[in-house]
């Protein structure tokens, strides 16, 4: 299956700090890309569809000034969570589909972060 | 939006199969039954997805009843490597041709031994 990567894998920042998180397409274009969090013992939950050249979408309770998302390649989105808090702490996942057909997405393997 | 549920968690013998069952009884014509699992501390992996048929790969087989309110992922072999939390998952349209996918809680396969 096509790849999906992110860094870093794993993140510990202080209180009040920002955090940059990378999700790459290897081997395809993805004009949308999606960003997930997921506490312990939780499932995912969607935060936001990001899409190439545009703004992203956020779900319903996630404060877009919190979690900046860009989207500027079609190989390439970022999740900035800023001014970091201890509740930010959780398990960040990405997905993606190719812009070229398919219809599954392929996920990314997770960035824990830890805001201490 | 198509609700999926899955029985919380299912033991299986390590080289039987597994067969983890899915009600998705709300499901619309055009709407696909994915099925992921997550192994402990990573992303999602992608196994199969189908619309009606039955459908097969390198990993399981996907059984969709002909009214297509249920289905049985199979896993054929099971290994201790199997075991993680499958996720049955309804395709959601999201603005055009994106779309989004929303997980429920799954259920956790544990292989034994």
């Known amino acids: 299956g096509a790849v999906v990567s992110q860094h870093p894998s794993w993140v510990i920042c202080k209180s009040g700090t920002s955090v940059k998180i990378e999700c790459r397409s290897l081997d395809f274009q993805a004009t949308t890309m999606f960003w997930y969090r997921q506490f312990p013992k939780q499932s995912l939950m969607l935060m936001a569809t990001s899409n190439e050249g545009s703004k992203a979408t956020y779900e319903q309770g996630v404060e877009k000034d919190k979690f900046l998302i860009n989207h500027a390649s079609l190989t390439l989105s970022t999740l900035t969570v800023t001014s970091a808090h201890p509740e930010d702490s959780s398990f960040y996942i990405c997905?993606?589909?190719?812009?070229?057909?398919?219809?599954?997405?392929?996920f990314g393997q997770g960035t824990r972060l830890t805001v201490v | 939006d198509a609700k999926t549920t899955q029985p919380p968690s299912m033991d299986c013998a390590e080289g039987r199969a597994a067969n983890l069952p899915c009600n998705h009884s709300?499901?619309?014509?055009?709407?696909?039954v994915y099925w992921y699992r997550q192994i402990h501390s990573q992303g999602p992996q992608y196994i199969i997805h189908?619309?009606?048929n039955n459908e097969t790969n390198e990993m399981a087989s996907l059984i969709i009843t002909e009214d297509r309110k249920s289905s049985t992922l199979i896993l054929p072999h099971a290994t201790l490597r199997d075991t993680a939390v499958y996720y049955c998952i309804v395709r959601v349209e999201s603005g055009g041709s994106n779309y989004k996918l929303t997980f429920g809680k799954g259920t956790l396969l544990t292989v034994n031994p």
């Open positions: 997905s993606a589909r190719s812009s070229g057909g398919g219809t599954e997405a392929f």
């Open positions: 189908g619309l009606k």
């Open positions: 709300t499901i619309s014509g055009n709407e696909y």
